[in-house]
């Protein structure tokens, strides 16, 4: 069966995700590319003003994959812009999808999620996981926004959503068997 991995990263941490995902699944990979640089700023203002940031044009075939992966930070406790630029662009084209996440956190914000993901695709992820950072974080420093946003996961870090990562996985891979 094929998998293909969708991915935007703004900071890099979604894309480490993707690559070790992408190894582990066997998958294709395929990473969502804006037209304009994007800032913190810019982002603030898709946020505000719900706007959908233009992506570049791709020759990807979706039809070819039985699965797809989407992975992408989480913003103010919603999907980031360009992915969601993406899965509207593609909607027509998913079939079997599930999500994952490394981002700040939040207590509810996965339901909000799978929300989100229904609304755009008219049907439900088979999988959403989320990696809080904040699991990364010390106690004092988790209740600053900033600190959790600007911090890069480092290869030991890993090791904290292995359990997360290993379930996201089996239940992926368990999905393409049947």
């Known amino acids: 069966m094929n998998t293909l991995i969708v991915y935007y990263s703004f900071t890099k941490n979604n894309e480490l995700?993707?690559?070790?995902?992408?190894?582990?699944?066997?998958a294709d990979i395929f990473?969502?590319?804006?037209?304009?640089?994007?800032?913190?700023?810019?982002?603030?203002?898709?946020?505000?003003?719900?706007?959908?940031?233009?992506?570049?044009?791709?020759?990807l075939s979706l039809?070819?994959?039985?699965?797809?992966?989407?992975?992408?930070?989480i913003w103010a406790g919603?999907?980031?812009?360009?992915?969601?630029?993406?899965l509207n662009e593609e909607q027509?084209?998913?079939?079997?999808?599930?999500?994952?996440?490394?981002?700040?956190?939040?207590?509810?914000?996965?339901?909000?999620?799978?929300?989100?993901?229904l609304t755009i695709l008219s049907h439900a992820p088979e999988k959403v996981t989320e990696l809080w950072v904040s699991d990364l974080i010390s106690a004092d420093k988790k209740k600053n926004v900033t600190t959790v946003s600007r911090h890069?996961?480092?290869?030991?870090?890993?090791?904290?959503?292995?359990?997360?990562i290993d379930d996201f996985c089996n239940a992926i891979q368990g999905e393409l068997i049947q």
Request: net charge positive; glycine share 6%; charged share 30%.
């Open 31 to 59: 990473r969502i590319e804006t037209l304009k640089r994007r800032s913190s700023f810019s982002i603030l203002l898709d946020l505000l003003f719900k706007r959908k940031p233009a992506i570049r044009k791709h020759q």
């Open 92 to 117: 027509s084209n998913i079939r079997r999808y599930s999500f994952i996440s490394l981002c700040g956190g939040g207590t509810g914000q996965q339901e909000k999620i799978e929300q989100a993901l």
């Open 78 to 86: 919603k999907i980031a812009g360009p992915l969601v630029t993406f």
């Open 152 to 164: 890069r996961v480092q290869q030991g870090d890993w090791a904290k959503y292995k359990d997360k």
């Open 17 to 26: 995700l993707a690559k070790q995902l992408q190894q582990r699944l066997n």
């Open 63 to 73: 039809r070819n994959y039985d699965q797809m992966v989407f992975i992408a930070p």
